[in-house]
């Protein structure tokens, strides 16, 4: 099939396109590199040993998105393209609503103009905020308490309209909770900017060297340890999910929010101790306050991935340590050579 990938050079796009390339699909990536390195893009073509077109451009970007839209013609739209750090969504909130919610328009009105019908957007758990009970499913009251989460919440609501005005139209939510991991190979993985904000790439560069200490953002919560639970969920495990989606897609019309994570949480302290024990590295780390906006414990219930993509997380904790450290280790600049 044909399908057009935004944001596919990013950390969840490539691992997703080496997967759609696996599979024999002809993709076009739709990218503006503003968080994302074309080395990805070259990693993936050497590893699925197959070629693809690359649109440099950006989604806000009517003309562009045409241009890309009429020369390859696309069945199908897997939407990655955005912004994504929470704390840098309440210093500039616009930016964030004219980048995601302004941008995923004009995407939606370059499919409507190109006869397009089937997506598959990137939501995410972020949407729920507070948890009224756990586990989190489908049906739980969305309240994102940050700019990054409502404007995943308003993409939502404006693709759950479009799917009901466009006749024939599918479209799947995917919310997913903790994606970490990197691919088997250890060529692509996670490349963060600037100093990580989210755990897992933060403990794999304490381990590496080029951090000193994780901080551990608070041990009072409620739970097992008095640390932070969280789903995580492997990066390869929920590649493949874009693909099960994908799939529904062109057996429906509307549009479903499918959560995406395992159903197991793992608190700070227990992802430390197994990525000491994947890495065989000391992973120091000091106990502070709290962080501002987190929530004690989140958890996906998944079976509605499972009745409706037949899809289930296959990868555990280790598998995630693992190959975060065999990235890190053999990258330990990421894609930037040094
Ligand atoms: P990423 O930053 O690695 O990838 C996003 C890609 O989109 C990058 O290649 C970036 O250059 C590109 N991009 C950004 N703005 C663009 C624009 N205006 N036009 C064209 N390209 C643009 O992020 P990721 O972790 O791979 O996340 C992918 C998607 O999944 C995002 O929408 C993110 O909000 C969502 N998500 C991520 C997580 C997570 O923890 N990583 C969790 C839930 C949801
Ligand atoms: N944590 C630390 N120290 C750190 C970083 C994180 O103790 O340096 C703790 C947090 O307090 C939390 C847990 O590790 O308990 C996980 O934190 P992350 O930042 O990795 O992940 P979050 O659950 O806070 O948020 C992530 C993404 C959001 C997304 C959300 C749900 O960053 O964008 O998952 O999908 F919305």
């Not at 390859?72 to 069945?75: C, L, S």
């Given at each position: 099939m044909r399908i057009l990938v935004t944001g596919g050079a990013g950390y969840i796009g490539s691992h997703t396109l080496l997967q759609l390339l696996r599979e024999q699909h002809d993709v076009l990536v739709f990218d503006n590199f503003s968080n994302s390195s074309p080395e990805a893009l070259k990693r993936v073509k050497q590893l699925a040993n197959a070629d693809f077109e690359v649109c440099e451009g950006d989604i806000q970007d009517s003309v562009r998105l045409s241009d890309a839209f009429g020369t390859?013609?696309?069945?199908a739209v897997i939407h990655f393209a955005g912004l994504k750090a929470v704390g840098e969504s309440n210093e500039k909130p616009l930016e964030y609503y004219a980048q995601n919610v302004s941008g995923s328009i004009e995407l939606l009105k370059a499919m409507e103009r190109h006869d397009c019908k089937r997506i598959v957007f990137s939501s995410s758990?972020?949407?729920?905020?507070?948890?009224?009970?756990?586990?989190?499913?489908?049906?739980h009251p969305l309240q994102p308490t940050n700019p990054y989460g409502r404007t995943k919440h308003f993409i939502e609501e404006i693709i759950r309209d479009w799917a009901a005005s466009y006749r024939g139209a599918s479209a799947v939510l995917l919310r997913y909770f903790n994606p970490v991991g990197a691919d088997?190979?250890?060529?692509i993985g996670e490349d963060p900017n600037?100093?990580?904000?989210?755990?897992v790439p933060y403990i794999s560069q304490v381990a590496v060297g080029r951090?000193?200490?994780?901080?551990?953002?608070?041990?009072?919560?409620?739970?097992r340890d008095g640390t932070g639970e969280r789903d995580y969920i492997h990066v390869e495990d929920l590649a493949r999910a874009h693909l099960a989606a994908i799939n529904f897609t062109g057996e429906t019309t509307g549009c479903e929010a499918i959560n995406i994570g395992t159903g197991q949480g793992a608190t700070v302290l227990e992802m430390v101790n197994a990525f000491e024990s994947a890495s065989g590295r000391s992973v120091a780390y000091k106990i502070g306050p709290r962080r501002d906006g987190d929530v004690a414990r989140s958890l996906a219930a998944v079976r509605k991935a499972e009745k409706l993509l037949g899809w289930k997380a296959q990868l555990n904790i280790d598998d995630m340590c693992s190959s975060t450290w065999n990235w890190q280790f053999t990258n330990p600049n990421g894609y930037t050579q040094k």
């Open positions: 390859f013609k696309p069945e758990a972020t949407v729920y905020g507070e948890a009224k009970y756990l586990p989190y499913d489908e049906q088997a190979s250890g060529r600037d100093i990580p904000n989210n755990l951090l000193k200490h994780l901080n551990v953002f608070g041990n009072d919560y409620d739970t």
